[in-house]
């Protein structure tokens, strides 16, 4: 991982957000990347939507595993807390930041490998206890960090740089997220800022565990002819489902919709998203119908892409816990150490 810092130029006159913060400033160290790399993307589309939702970076705290896509949190929001974790754990210390501070604004960047292979009991968890947090998979289909072996998500057929295609059948993580129970699933691509930086908003916004698979493609080792998850075959392929327009607390609703083409899910940070369908009988807020949607695109060979199901009901982790709303960090020894008589008791509630 880099800690090559960015050399500190300050332009005159460059747009400064609601904390007086420019862009620069949600910036990390130099990326280590091969040219090119989807997840390099993937950075930008996170600096530019945690510089728009002016996110205070001590507010923030970024989480991760091993691979490529785990060295992510090393290139955004230099000034934000930062866990690096072993392979596939990425969950668990999440779970852990959130649960001593809800006040946390929470983003797990996981690779494909690190969640759908050694991480995939963890990548459940986080979704079944709807962890209040930003989990994002920078997917590819492959291993890039140790030299391009297939992974979890690489499709059946899919050809390799060299060597037999794959046999197995691949675990696709957002159906897999929407059949364990998950509260808001989407997927993107990293050359679609665009659409990105809007599901980046709402998943960030979303009071639950909020899932964005993003395919993110490895130009070293899986982005040739044969391959599912290249630049080529992803823009062949995808197809837009519901576009998410994600708008800021306090702000009215400008664009005009077509009736029983949009609608309007409110937040309860006082944000709203509006989901734009591509296919009017699509119902992202019904889960068996979003199952079904994947699975008649993916008989037609293409990539549905967007927020494609949404729950905002769901209670999160705190809310199934009821746990205290203060950070850990504000409770007095006392508050957090009931005494020898309240432990009696307790001993004795329990025999
Ligand atoms: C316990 C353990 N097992 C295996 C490895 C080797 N290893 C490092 S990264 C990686 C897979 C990374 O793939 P992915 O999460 O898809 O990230 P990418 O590099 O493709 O972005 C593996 C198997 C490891 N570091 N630790
Ligand atoms: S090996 Fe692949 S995933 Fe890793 S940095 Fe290079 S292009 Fe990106
Ligand atoms: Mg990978």
């Not at 130009?219 to 392929?237: C, I, L, M």
């Not at 077509?258 to 309860?268: C, Q």
Request: net charge neutral; hydrophobic share 35%.
């Amino acid at each position: 991982m880099t800690y090559i810092a960015k050399p500190k130029v300050n332009l005159p006159g460059q747009p400064r957000n609601a904390l007086g913060l420019l862009q620069r400033d949600y910036e990390g160290s130099l990326s280590t990347l091969c040219a090119g790399c989807g997840h390099d993307s993937i950075t930008a589309a996170l600096v530019q939507a945690l510089w728009e939702m002016s996110i205070a970076p001590e507010k923030l705290v970024k989480l991760s595993g091993i691979g490529c896509s785990s060295k992510t949190p090393a290139y955004f929001v230099q000034g934000a807390h930062g866990f690096n974790s072993v392979h596939g754990r990425m969950p668990s210390v999440a779970t852990g930041a959130h649960a001593g501070n809800r006040e946390l604004i929470c983003i797990g960047v996981s690779g494909d490998g690190d969640s759908l292979s050694i991480g995939f009991g963890q990548f459940g968890h986080a979704i079944r206890r709807n962890l209040n947090m930003l989990y994002l998979i920078e997917n590819n289909g492959v291993y890039g960090l140790t030299k391009g072996q297939f992974s979890a998500s690489a499709d059946p057929g899919s050809k390799p740089k060299k060597g037999e295609p794959n046999q197995m059948q691949s675990i696709n993580p957002v159906a897999t997220a929407i059949a364990m129970g998950a509260s808001f699933v989407a997927r993107s691509f990293s050359g679609d800022r665009e659409q990105l930086v809007a599901l980046i908003k709402a998943g960030i916004s979303h009071p639950g565990c909020a899932l964005l698979d993003v395919i993110s493609p490895c130009v070293t080792f899986n982005d040739h002819e044969g391959s599912t998850k290249s630049y080529a075959y992803t823009r062949q392929h995808m197809h837009e489902a519901a576009s998410a327009d994600f708008v800021p607390p306090a702000t009215a609703i400008t664009a005009e919709y077509k009736e029983g083409e949009a609608i309007t899910v409110k937040m309860h940070d006082g944000s709203s998203i509006v989901l734009t369908k591509a296919d009017p009988e699509y119902d992202p807020t019904h889960r068996s119908a979003a199952v079904r949607y994947l699975e008649k695109h993916r008989d037609k060979g293409q990539i549905p892409t967007g927020l494609l199901f949404i729950d905002e009901d769901w209670p999160d982790m705190h809310g199934i816990a009821g746990t205290a709303k203060k950070p850990l960090k504000e409770f007095t020894f006392d508050e957090l150490s009931p005494g020898a008589a309240a432990l009696e008791k307790l001993q004795r509630d329990m025999r």
